[in-house]
């Protein structure tokens, strides 16, 4: 595992892209500030697809991404495993200028997330910046060229700062000939005992923070920009050194610092709204772990993630774009950026379905010796990541997965990190890649008869699980999945159900509170009487039906019944209608002939 700051990001940057393009199939996810911005938005049994996703958004776009993990399987055929490396990325919200991040934060979440071992201030002291499209363009134009950051939305300490360096520039430079020189400290309330004579800081061997980076690059360019016929330098800690010089050597300077920059950042340097070579520098910094996110969309290569629907909605409108309105939208956008996504929640479920439809074997070969091994209908509990990753570690799962295509832990593990538990997004991300592997393998083994169940290839495990391709877990909806590359299946959860009160209106609260006795379940009010039952599986929903059957308080019926008794009382109306308006016209008509008025 190795974790990655601000501090070390630059340095470790390359190890990620060679990791991401050497890859087989990357396994991501992602620990947010909450999961439910708004209560009434909560996970319903009545949600389609789309409507899910409508209920998601509303609270996606407050909420973040504070820890994403990765973790990159290389597959090595002649030794016949795959080497993991796991990178473990703190995400600091970006506020600089007229960006200033604000989210929400869920209690229950964070501490989740704290009882977990998440260390909130490495985030907040080390966390890596980042910015989203919208962002970075409202940056863009905050520096646009020749407009100085004091124009700008500023904080009043950082303001306070540029304005002392003008002021002392100010006195200085007028009197000054070209050659000459002398230094500032634009941060006086810091080590003002460790400045000597000549205006230096004698300790400065602390890397600088995130934010004297920026605060510097924003004084080199604030000062070049105020004053032409100056050049700024950095010297140890934070102090300034401003010379006099003259106007062709300045032009000379201006060519070298954007060739460097160039070089550093590739050629985008005036590519949008024209800014300088110190607001890019600024511009790049911030961007941080963005350019994570574009390295995975770049890579093309198959993404796993665990119940991964929310992580995939909080990082597109986070790193990419703002949540399309659409539902359909959404899903060639996702489609588009990751084309190919598995998640081992959803795989779990099938494969645990599968292996229910009979008695299934496989041949296990121990010591020159072959025998034939039953697969338990129970293989998981739950199918929680945790459940699922200690099962392929018991004795069963070990004995499974005997000759499964080997998972090792490659280079880059960082010492210092210790031991990994659950809910941290590196680790978390790892299991989720190596359960994904062997479920492929127990995959391959129940379809497979018992003569065949060995030999099976790396290249194989994909094919086993290629029709859950782009099939992404929906929890507690009407149907299992929503799929990003096609039309949404059709629900798959027992009919719905009517319930009727029969004395007072329908409490919805203590209709729920009876019902939760059954199994899961949801209710929806219909009327003052009346309301819908979704029940979560069809051992639930012929419980309830069985239960209510006798009671005098409430009628539960099926939603099919209901519907047909709707119509046959809506028959039996027109045709009463009908036969009285004959009835009406024939006495009519006989009075008419009989000569009476009507």
């Keep these: 595992m190795c974790d990655i700051f601000w501090n070390n990001f630059e340095e470790k940057f390359q190890d990620v892209k060679e990791s991401f393009d050497q890859s087989a199939m990357i396994s991501v996810d992602c620990e947010l500030t909450g999961l439910h911005s708004f209560e009434e938005y909560r996970p319903s049994l009545f949600d389609s697809g789309a409507e899910r996703y409508e209920k998601l958004k509303a609270g996606v776009n407050q909420l973040l991404v504070i820890q994403l993990g990765v973790t990159t399987f290389c597959l090595s055929r002649e030794e016949d495993r795959y080497v993991a490396r796991t990178f473990t990325f703190y995400l600091l919200p970006t506020s600089f200028l007229s960006v200033d991040t604000r989210f929400?934060?869920?209690?229950?979440?964070?501490?989740?997330?704290?009882?977990?071992?998440?260390?909130?201030?490495?985030?907040?002291?080390?966390?890596?910046?980042?910015?989203?499209?919208?962002?970075?363009?409202?940056?863009?134009?905050?520096?646009?060229r020749g407009r100085p950051a004091l124009a700008c939305n500023l904080s009043s300490d950082l303001r306070s700062v540029l304005e002392r360096a003008c002021w002392q520039v100010s006195q200085?430079?007028?009197?000054?000939?070209?050659?000459?020189?002398?230094?500032?400290?634009?941060?006086?309330?810091?080590?003002?005992?460790?400045?000597?004579?000549?205006?230096?800081?004698?300790?400065?061997?602390?890397?600088?923070?995130?934010?004297?980076?920026?605060?510097?690059?924003?004084?080199?360019?604030?000062?070049?920009?105020?004053?032409?016929?100056?050049?700024?330098?950095?010297?140890?800690?934070?102090?300034?050194?401003?010379?006099?010089?003259?106007?062709?050597?300045?032009?000379?300077?201006?060519?070298?610092?954007?060739?460097?920059?160039?070089?550093?950042?590739?050629?985008v340097v005036n590519e949008d709204i024209d800014v300088d070579c110190l607001a890019e520098k600024a511009i790049q910094l911030l961007l941080g772990a963005t350019k994570i996110f574009h390295l995975l969309v770049n890579a093309k290569k198959p993404i796993i993630g665990h119940n991964c629907l929310l992580d995939l909605m909080v990082l597109l409108k986070q790193f990419y774009c703002p949540l399309p309105e659409k539902y359909k939208d959404f899903k060639k956008v996702i489609h588009r950026i990751f084309p190919e996504i598995y998640d081992t929640k959803f795989i779990s479920f099938e494969v645990k379905a599968q292996n229910f439809r009979g008695p299934k074997f496989f041949r296990c070969t121990q010591n020159n010796t072959s025998k034939l091994v039953r697969i338990d209908r129970e293989l998981w509990e739950i199918n929680s990541l945790p459940s699922i990753y200690s099962f392929f570690h018991s004795t069963k799962g070990l004995e499974l997965t005997k000759d499964a295509i080997r998972v090792e832990k490659g280079l880059g593990a960082d010492?210092?990190?210790?031991?990994?538990?659950?809910?941290?997004?590196?680790?978390?991300?790892?299991?989720?890649?190596?359960?994904?592997?062997?479920?492929?393998?127990?995959?391959?083994i129940i379809g497979k008869s018992s003569s065949c169940s060995q030999g099976i290839g790396a290249g194989e495990y994909l094919r086993e699980l290629v029709d859950f391709r782009n099939c992404v877990n929906l929890m507690q909806a009407r149907s299992p999945y929503?799929?990003?590359?096609?039309?949404?299946?059709?629900?798959?959860?027992?009919?719905?159900?009517?319930?009727?009160?029969?004395?007072?209106?329908?409490?919805?609260?203590?209709?729920?509170?009876?019902?939760?006795?059954?199994?899961?379940?949801?209710?929806?009010?219909?009327?003052?009487?009346?309301?819908?039952?979704?029940?979560?599986s069809e051992n639930c929903y012929?419980?309830?039906?069985?239960?209510?059957?006798?009671?005098?308080?409430?009628?539960?019926?099926?939603?099919?019944?209901?519907?047909?008794?709707?119509?046959?009382?809506?028959?039996?109306?027109?045709?009463?209608?009908?036969?009285?308006?004959?009835t009406i016209l024939t006495l009519r008509n006989f009075r008419s002939r009989a000569g009476l008025s009507t």
């Design 172 to 267: 200085w430079a007028p009197s000054a000939l070209p050659g000459q020189s002398f230094k500032i400290h634009p941060y006086p309330e810091q080590k003002l005992d460790e400045v000597d004579e000549e205006n230096s800081i004698l300790d400065a061997s602390m890397p600088p923070s995130l934010t004297t980076l920026l605060r510097e690059l924003l004084l080199h360019r604030e000062l070049r920009l105020n004053f032409p016929d100056i050049w700024t330098y950095s010297e140890d800690g934070s102090v300034l050194r401003i010379e006099k010089i003259r106007y062709e050597e300045r032009i000379q300077l201006e060519r070298e610092e954007e060739t460097k920059v160039k070089e550093e950042y590739g050629n």
């Design 415 to 444: 010492p210092t990190s210790g031991d990994k538990r659950f809910h941290d997004a590196g680790w978390d991300s790892y299991c989720t890649g190596f359960c994904f592997i062997r479920l492929g393998h127990l995959k391959a």
């Design 482 to 536: 929503l799929k990003l590359d096609g039309e949404d299946p059709n629900n798959f959860r027992p009919p719905l159900l009517h319930i009727e009160s029969r004395k007072d209106p329908i409490n919805i609260t203590k209709v729920k509170w009876m019902l939760s006795a059954y199994g899961s379940v949801d209710v929806k009010k219909c009327s003052t009487y009346c309301a819908t039952i979704a029940a979560m």
């Design 104 to 144: 929400i934060c869920q209690a229950s979440s964070l501490c989740f997330l704290s009882c977990a071992g998440f260390d909130f201030n490495k985030l907040f002291s080390e966390g890596i910046p980042y910015l989203s499209p919208q962002q970075e363009r409202k940056l863009r134009l905050d520096l646009q």
């Design 542 to 582: 012929c419980t309830i039906l069985k239960a209510f059957s006798y009671r005098d308080d409430y009628c539960v019926t099926k939603m099919k019944s209901c519907t047909q008794s709707k119509i046959s009382l809506m028959l039996h109306a027109i045709i009463a209608a009908t036969a009285t308006g004959i």
